[in-house]
């Protein structure tokens, strides 16, 4: 697999002498590496102690940077190469916590037995109370049976474990929902469904993530239709939700109307499929898919959508190319056309490297790090949990779009996830949406 990311921390020494720093970073550049975050750890008269993060394409790579660094002498010294990555996952990201200390005996009668029956009973005669005295209306199941995780593929739900529980980690941190992982030992759609219909009690939604087409679909359509909790597959319309936002900016910026846009879609999975209906429901009309599959391509022709026979043909005539394949390096950088707008979604490693895709003439380019369902979804939940939504609908989700296009700034294809106003947004425009539906 190309344009790997490789994430490694390199704890250097430098002497405290102005210029020494640059040194090392140019070291760093020369090699290829990719400088990210940047700690100083001591910062003496003599000395200082950097923990500087570096992305790399491979292990030989991470070699050389170490060499060139090495190769500066003059005090100049690496203590240590770590990577954070894994050890931020060790014994995992998420916990369950009490919300509630119990430090007396009183405490335990309150929380626990016999104080806790009373609790139960209030909700025996007022079912609807369940959501007040209880966490259900604030916890989403994160359903996954791990045949679609990221690009990597069919790797099962448990190595899939650190995507749902990132998930998990960004409700909570960005609009304070619990999500709870739940990992599938079946990739039969009629287990799955029975499987969750057998344990949604215990959530205000469904999240499902990573599981690939064409069982998603059966999978999202027939639990929306038999449970009375909003359900959502993320990769389909957290991402269409997120795609749509991009492609708003970008038109914005380079003062097209997205309505008078060429948009070409390659891959016609679980997000490509969803981002063509999302555009074809806010009004595009010249949207063009993409696929390896017949199958695929003739469930975006069952929904009214178009499609182009080749890649070379789709680079040829669309202005924005949107991609969903998993396969990194599809486009080649000789393929673009100067001013196009190129959205190579994939992850962990894009179909072009957004700088690849700018330094062939690109007006535009992102990739699916930047450009992430990570803005859509922890606001979509939020705001269909408030209002109590039955159901995620296609008017709170363009209202997400806009939410996220509204808050992102001249020049910037999406706001920054790390910018909390981003969600708060997104959540009170679909609870909006939600209401106006329900005519609150
Ligand atoms: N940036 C984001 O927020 C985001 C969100 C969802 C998915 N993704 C990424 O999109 C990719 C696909 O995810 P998915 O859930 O849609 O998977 P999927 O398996 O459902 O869909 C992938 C589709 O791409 C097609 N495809 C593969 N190689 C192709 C090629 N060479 N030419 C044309 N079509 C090709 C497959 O036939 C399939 O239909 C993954 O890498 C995933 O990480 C990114
Ligand atoms: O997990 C992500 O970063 C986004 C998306 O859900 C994906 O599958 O790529
Ligand atoms: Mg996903």
Redesign the pocket.
Known sequence: MQNQHFIRNFIVETPSKPGNFAKVATAIGMAEGDIGDITTLKSGALTTVRDITITCKSEAQFQSVIANIEAIGNGVKIHAVTDDVLKAHEGGKIAMKSRLDVRSLGDLQRIYTPGVASVCMEIVNNPEKANYFTSIGSSVAIVTDGT?I??LGNIGSVAGMPVMEGKAVLLDQFVGLSGIPILLNTSDPDEIVETVKHIHQGFGAILLEDI??PH?FEIEERLKAELPIPVMHD?QHG?AV?ALAAILSACKSTGVDVKDAVIGQ???????LAICRMLMAYGVDEVYG????EE?KQRLVNYGGKTIPT?EEMMETCDIIVA????AG?IKPEMIKKGQIILA???PNPEILPNEAIAAGAAFAAD?RS???VIGFPGIFKGALDAGAKEITYSMLIAAAQAIVGHTKPGELIPNPLDPTVHHLVARAVEEAANKEMNL
């Open positions: 679609a990221l690009g690939g087409s998603c990769d991402t997120v390659i891959g016609l999975g679980a997000a490509g993409l696929d390896r599959q695929a890649l969903t394949t998993g396969v599809l979604l994939s992850n699916g450009v992430n369902n």
